[in-house]
């Protein structure tokens, strides 16, 4: 493969992602181009890419499954039998589906996997859940992965067989989570949740509201509110939290590489 260009393409409302995304584009090429499309803006743009760019992709695991964005997360991207390498970011329980998913939507529009990976870092809705990753060990795995990667980047593309994922078809089905952040009597509207969440989903005009249909539960409004005005209230959610402490926190998930 002639590889001219390296980007790092993911979805990270609380930007685990984005840490392992960057981390490992950033180890195969310095001068990588990251593609944020976290922001609904920048998922308007169509990114058309080349037989010569290697796009790495990343998204976070939502309920085993790639997020259900309103828009498609990568409805706008298009590969030209583009080498990619998919990864998914989860919350220490498990990727499921996610990551065949991920590549099963990309590879339909023009990529072809030449690698794949899972990696661990905080769960959304507790830091006591896989708290401080990545760590050196997966700073460690990170380059051995980056390192496979350029070892396959020698090869033809051709040659590269089809990538075997863990997970199933048809996908995990998703049973959303009824409740959702909003704000309380301590919100300044000082508009900071409206300019993080990536699906438009708070209402412009009175940010303590949340458009329940948009809201896809990423927490990105509740971690970035300097007030910390917003949560989810609902009295569940406490009880989820403490369900996903008392499972999550015994056992440490590693990365599992597919190539
Ligand atoms: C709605 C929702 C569902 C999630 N489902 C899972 C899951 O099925 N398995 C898991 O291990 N982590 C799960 N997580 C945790 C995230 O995958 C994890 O925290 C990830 O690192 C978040 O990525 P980000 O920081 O890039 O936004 C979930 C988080 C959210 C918000």
């Known amino acids: 493969m002639e590889i001219k260009k390296v980007y790092a393409v993911y979805f990270s409302p609380t930007r685990g992602t984005k840490k392992y995304i960057e981390g490992i584009a950033g180890r195969i090429s310095p001068d990588f181009e990251a593609i944020d499309l976290t922001k609904p803006k920048l998922r308007e743009k169509v990114y058309i890419f080349k ?43 498990d990727f499921d589906d996610a990551l065949l998913e991920e590549k099963d ?42 390192k496979k990667v350029k070892a396959l980047l020698k090869k033809d593309l051709d040659s590269i067989k089809e990538l075997s994922i863990r997970g199933n078809r048809p996908y995990k089905e998703v049973v959303p989570m009824p409740y959702h952040p ?40 509740v971690k ?3 007030s910390h005005s917003r ?23 590693e990365p599992e590489f597919f190539l």
């Open 224 to 226: 970035n509110c300097p």
């Open 51 to 93: 037989n010569t760019d290697l796009v790495i992709f990343g998204v976070p695991v939502y309920a085993g499954r790639v997020p259900s964005v309103p828009d498609g997360i990568f409805s706008r991207i298009y590969g030209n039998s583009t080498p990619a390498v998919f990864n998914v970011c989860y919350g220490n329980r």
């Open 105 to 146: 939507l990309c590879e339909e529009k023009g990529f072809k996997g030449i690698a794949a990976a899972s990696w661990i870092a905080p769960h959304t809705f507790s830091d006591k859940v896989a708290a401080g990753r990545p760590d050196g060990n997966d700073e460690a795995k990170m380059s051995e992965f980056a």
């Open 182 to 221: 909003s704000g309380n009597e301590s919100c300044t509207r000082c508009g900071n949740c409206i300019s993080v969440c990536p699906t438009s989903a708070v209402d412009i005009n009175d940010p303590r509201k949340t458009d329940n249909d948009r809201c896809i539960n990423c927490l990105a409004c």
């Open 231 to 253: 949560n989810i209230y609902n009295p569940m959610f406490g009880i989820i939290i403490k369900g996903i402490e008392e499972k999550l926190t015994a056992d440490r998930k």
